[in-house]
């Protein structure tokens, strides 16, 4: 695959002025067709008639025009890969088991506009209206029962559309043992619903079936610079400053430790590993986590932090402080736009 592409052996800097279609990617013979293989064979154990098409788009997401699923650019090649984790810290879908978990999430899209199923009441009883506007910001509620948990940062909670995906891909995925796994969550009664409504379906022809692409990378017309900018703008938040108390609990600004290890400097050799840490914990994009990482540290060093105690204490210490900082933001206003999966 890599004799294919001129530009696998170009450093960042020339990659990055490249406009996605001249990229000249797509999924045909690369893992992803395994992965889009898999997920066909759990729809026909499931006796569903339908098979999303895909191709390669800029994003995740499935259209409401079209019963198919548009998968990221950088997932189709090692090196595409590779350029994503160095410019947003994460490649989402990465993995065969993340990649198949968001397949059945988009199918999930796919089942509800190819037979129209917010159109139907009990559909809208069971996760609400459809033409609920998105929301810039969503707050959720990290114990609530009444939405199942599938992809990270609780995403059913973020709209009805997305409630109902999520479910389905619960109600999808082998071996999930959804009975069982959610017997005394309300959000069970809603994976009945879907498992009802799925054995319904079997016997019914969907009423959207085209093959129609949105936005596919062929015609995709800005630079790879220009795709990240505006990705690293809308996984940024903005955070205000009320963690010094905070702070001051795991380091010391005591002039009686001023020969101590900076708080700073401790801040910085760990980054890495706190930061995986805490967006394993929480789901949270390790891009969103390295800016409220990157102020903690200037205010560490604005403060005079120094560290006093067992370097694996103040690790954790932090770690469960950045995770704190991390729920709270997902209650807050601050927080910018979120993209719609």
Not at 14 to 37: H, M, N, P, Y
Not at 177 to 191: E, G, I, M, Q, V
Not at 306 to 318: C, I, N, P
Request: with cysteine; hydrophobic share 35%.
């Amino acid at each position: 695959m890599a004799q294919r592409f001129p530009w696998v052996s170009w450093p960042d800097e020339e990659i990055l002025q490249l406009r996605l279609k001249d990229l000249k990617v797509s999924f045909e013979g690369t893992w992803l067709e395994d992965c889009l293989a898999d997920l066909y064979e759990e729809l026909e154990h499931r006796g569903l008639r339908i098979r999303p098409h895909a191709w390669i788009s800029d994003e995740w997401f499935s259209p409401s025009t079209a019963p198919g699923i548009a998968i990221p650019f950088y997932l189709t090649h090692p090196r595409l890969m590779r350029l994503e984790r160095r410019k947003i810290l994460d490649v989402e879908g990465g993995t065969i088991a993340e990649c198949k978990r968001i397949l059945r999430h988009e199918a999930g899209h796919v089942m509800q506009h190819a037979y129209e199923l917010h159109r139907r009441r009990r559909w809208q009883q069971t996760f609400g209206r459809s033409s609920i506007r998105y929301p810039k910001y969503y707050r959720p509620n990290p114990a609530s029962k009444n939405h199942v948990q599938h992809l990270p940062l609780w995403y059913a909670q973020s709209h009805p559309d997305e409630d109902f995906a999520e479910t389905f891909a619960v109600w999808l995925a082998p071996r999930s043992d959804w009975r069982h796994r959610y017997a005394d969550w309300p959000a069970l009664k809603k994976l009945e619903y879907v498992d009802a409504l799925m054995k319904e379906l079997a016997s019914e022809k969907p009423v959207l079936v085209n093959k129609l692409k949105v936005d596919p990378i062929s015609t995709i017309k800005h630079t790879l610079a220009e795709h990240y900018e505006r990705k690293i703008a809308l996984y940024s938040v903005r955070v205000p400053r009320v963690y010094d108390k905070d702070l001051l609990r795991i380091f010391t600004d005591d002039p009686k430790h001023r020969t101590r290890p900076s708080a700073s400097a401790f801040l910085r050799r760990n980054r890495t590993k706190i930061r995986q840490m805490v967006s394993k914990w929480t789901g949270e994009y390790q891009l969103t986590l390295d800016n409220v990482f990157e102020d903690m540290i200037d205010r560490c060093r604005e403060l005079k932090l120094r560290t006093v105690g067992s370097e694996r204490q103040l690790t954790m210490d932090f770690a469960v402080l950045l995770t704190a900082q991390t729920v709270h933001s997902l209650y807050s206003s601050s927080r910018r736009q979120w993209i719609a999966v």
